[in-house]
């Protein structure tokens, strides 16, 4: 029960990696509410987690805006109390090469994964500077470390989050506040599902493990670094990629 009692919000936790770290955070006691743009998956979700004894709840949101962002916060601290965990892990990607990318595309990404990070961390900021302590954990990726063909859009989001995670962990240290960013490698979820085999095969191959990840392999960094057992580590982006690229 290395989380036990704590209120955790996990974005993007009706789906792939953030569901995932919803159930294995739920195992370890956490209150945990699952936010997600998609109401039908995440209310069916939440529900399969219930049946399995665990505290957690759905809410709405679109973290790309801000009212949404705060009506979900303060409806998780109605329900659960002070939030003491954000893992900052809803995003999307809409690829295209530079020559052909449409500015719409380009912006929407940075209006989910860049700027939704810099909400939902502003909306639960007063939460744990009234208790004194928290976690936030960022959602990098390989593509924002070492860049991606046909990712400008997402390679942009993803090191702009390391930026965040590196200022946040400066600004925060003193209030008892950890800041620290997880970089995924490729993992199985419906993100790569929309991969061509092709691809997937030639990722494989760049692995020294010699596979994908899978959504626990994650949820598992995000455990690490929500528990106790990183007291000390602070801004870290933690590379979960199979040794990809090293
Ligand atoms: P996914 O596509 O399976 O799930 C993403 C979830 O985010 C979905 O449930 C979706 O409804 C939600 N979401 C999308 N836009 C939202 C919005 N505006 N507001 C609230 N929720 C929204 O994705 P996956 O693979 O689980 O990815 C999770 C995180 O991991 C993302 O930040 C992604 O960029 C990152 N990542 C994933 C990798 C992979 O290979 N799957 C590799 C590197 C990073």
Redesign the pocket.
Same mark, same amino acid.
């Given at each position: 029960m290395r989380l036990k009692d704590k209120v955790a919000i996990i974005?993007?936790? /009706? !789906? #792939?990696? #953030?569901?995932t770290a919803a159930e294995t955070f739920a195992k370890e006691g956490a209150k945990v509410a699952m936010?997600?743009? !998609?109401v039908e998956? @995440?209310e069916k979700r939440a529900e399969e987690l219930r049946r399995k004894g665990y505290e957690v709840t759905f809410f709405q %949101? =679109? %973290? /790309?805006q801000r009212t949404s962002v705060d009506e979900m916060v303060a409806k998780v601290r109605e329900t659960y109390g002070n939030i003491s965990i954000l893992i900052n =892990?809803? @995003?999307?990607?809409k690829d295209g090469m530079l020559s052909k990318l449409p500015t719409e595309d380009f912006q929407a990404v940075l209006? %989910? =994964?860049l700027t939704?990070v810099f909400h939902c961390t502003q909306a639960v900021l007063p939460s744990m500077l009234e208790i004194g302590k928290g976690r936030i954990i960022n959602?990098?990726? %390989?593509?924002g470390v070492y860049g991606n063909i046909g990712q400008t859009n997402?390679a942009a989001t993803?090191a702009g989050v390391v930026g965040m995670t590196k200022t946040w962990a400066k600004e925060l240290g003193r209030k008892g506040i950890n800041v620290n960013a997880v970089?995924?490698?490729?993992?199985?979820? #419906?993100?790569?599902a929309k991969v061509p085999e092709r691809i997937l095969d030639q990722m494989k191959q760049m692995v020294p493990l010699a596979r994908? @990840?899978k959504?626990e392999d994650?949820a598992n960094a995000y455990l690490f670094l929500a528990s106790d057992e990183s007291n000390y580590v602070n801004g870290t982006v933690l590379h979960v990629d199979g040794g990809i690229m090293m």
């Open positions: 974005t993007g936790a /009706a !789906n #792939g990696i #953030g569901f936010a997600d743009f !998609n998956q @995440g %949101v =679109n %973290v /790309a =892990n809803a @995003g999307i990607t209006d %989910v =994964n939704g959602t990098s990726s %390989v593509s997402y993803k970089a995924p490698g490729f993992i199985e979820t #419906g993100m790569t994908l @990840g959504p994650i």
